[in-house]
């Protein structure tokens, strides 16, 4: 039975005179999750997973693609396509705004987004098919965002608990 724990360490101990330096199962490496790679408990992400930064970012340029589109559309073609150009990417143009909040909200933020990234993707669809070729990277970056919030690391980062203060 000795051949499977390593005996204490015979140091003395400094913060309880008379009493061995063994740290026990809980600070020992070799043992409880030291060993295994797992900390007791649920795993909690403490920072933002890369999938949900990217997801942050696709959403963050299209909208301003689709802004800077808007504007040049208004100079060059005239206001009304322009209107109409960010009415079909509304709901990109709303996810956008809720990217800002990635960090601090709950998982409800992910499913809408989720359901307003395939509302685009439809409407995406709508305007490719009258011939739309503009329509095509706000399909693609919907698509996108899509996947990458559908992703578990990103369920683990909005689902996980944070203090409410």
Known sequence: MSDHFPPPPSAPN???????????????PGH???QYGFAPG????????????AAQIVT?????????GSAMLIAVVNPETAGAALGVNLC??????????FGSVGNGIRVTCIVLMSVQIAMSLGGAANGNPVGLL?????IAVVVLLSQG??????KRPRAHS
């Open 153 to 158: 690391a990103a369920g683990a980062w909005f």
């Open 42 to 53: 649920p795993q909690v992400p403490q920072r933002m997973p890369g999938v949900v930064r």
């Open 92 to 101: 990109l143009l709303v996810t956008a705004g809720m990217a800002f909040r």
């Open 32 to 34: 409880a999750y030291g």
């Open 60 to 68: 963050w340029v299209l909208a301003g693609l689709t802004v800077l």
């Open 138 to 142: 706000p399909l693609l970056g919907a």
């Open 14 to 28: 400094t913060l309880q005179p008379g009493l061995p330096a063994y740290p026990g199962p809980a600070q020992d």
